[in-house]
């Protein structure tokens, strides 16, 4: 017989394993001397089983409900995904063209896109097609260390100066396999490394097709 559609098949499965754990119990034939407040041993055990059979069925169920309260995102930028960190979400989205500095060179198209978290973390992610044309001023490193990422050595740093100013973020430079003229800065701030390498050893670049033309 099928249960009722309003009953939830996870109580009925905390039940059944209740059920099961206090005849095993029960046909053990443990005595029912009284426990320190006057209440049966036997009791006091059945109680522990049934809690410890609620812990386990309830374990995947609340980290289901965690990911479905703070699900994690996607970021695609032409050529690339990137799968963010839990609690992020999309504040700002822009792309520019930028005129050549030579007569009748090709314009750079410049996209970004900046994702912030509740506690004041940032994700700051560029696309440049084309060449670089602008210059935002010098960078130092205070380390420095190499990362997988998509069958390919990637340099990643945590900087002193960053943009022209003293500034500490973690940042990487990468570049689409199939093509020079695709190229990507990654910067975070507020994150910790070991959340910034799982974040870039997981990007995934997407096939020359899915990149446009400057």
Sequence with gaps: MKPPASVCPSTLAVSSVTKALTRDV???????RAGRH???RRTWRIGLLSVGA?????????????????????ARLPGITLQLPPGFALASDSEESIPSAIPGGEPAVERFRRYA??????????????PPLRDRGPM???????????????????????FGRPQEVLVAH?????????????????????????????????????????
């Design 54 to 74: 609620w812990l386990f069925l309830a374990t995947p169920l609340v980290a289901e409900a965690g990911k479905l309260m703070n699900p994690a995102v996607e």
């Design 140 to 162: 130092a490193y205070a380390e420095t260390w190499q990362l997988q990422v998509a069958g390919q050595t990637v340099s990643a740093g945590r900087t002193s100066h960053f």
């Design 174 to 214: 990468l570049q689409h396999p199939a093509t020079k003229q695709a190229r990507y800065m990654l910067y975070t701030t507020g994150l910790d490394r070991g959340t910034f390498d799982r974040m870039l050893q997981g990007l995934k670049f997407e096939p020359p097709r899915a990149l446009p033309s400057p």
């Design 38 to 40: 006057g209440t049966p």
């Design 117 to 130: 978290n509740a506690t004041g973390g940032a994700i700051h992610l560029f696309h440049f097609q084309g």
């Design 26 to 32: 029960v046909h053990q034939g443990l005595p029912a």
